[in-house]
Nanobody, 122 residues
Framework: QVQLVESGGGLVQAGGSLRLSCAAS????????MGWYRQAPGKQRELVAT???????QYADSVKGRFTISRDNAKNTVSLEMNSLKYEDTAVYYC????????????????WGQGTQVTVSS
């Protein structure tokens, strides 16, 4: 009922930059948290960065100082600015949102995007 659509993935050289975007649509009353996760081949999915509706942000230690997460609450979008990219950043990046779908219930649900490939050349 809620769909997240990512864009901005691609191939970039080490040291370069890339910006990912994610838009949430569908049955949305409020979105408390939006974030980015990534999964490299043979590895488990890991948290990259999150941002709450009040703009509280968290980053994985591996990306602190290089990545910046931002959010537009009115548009239900979240972006990830990735700078100084490393080969180790190569992964499929997934957008996640914690969503309250109706004002009739305060239950929140997790929704995931389909993922977008980020490849950093070595």
């Amino acid at each position: 009922q809620v769909q997240l659509v990512e864009s901005g993935g691609g191939l970039v050289q080490a040291g370069g930059s890339l910006r990912l975007s994610c838009a949430a649509s569908g049955s949305i009353f409020s979105v408390s948290v939006m974030g980015w996760y990534r999964q490299a081949p043979g590895k488990q999915r890991e948290l990259v960065a999150t941002v709450t509706s009040s703009s509280n942000k968290q980053y994985a230690d591996s990306v602190k100082g290089r990545f910046t997460i931002s959010r537009d609450n009115a548009k239900n979008t979240v972006s990830l600015e990735m700078n100084s990219l490393k080969y180790e950043d190569t992964a499929v990046y997934y957008c996640k949102a914690l969503v309250q779908t109706t004002p009739r219930s305060d239950i929140q649900y997790q929704f995931w995007g389909q993922g977008t490939q980020v490849t950093v050349s070595s």
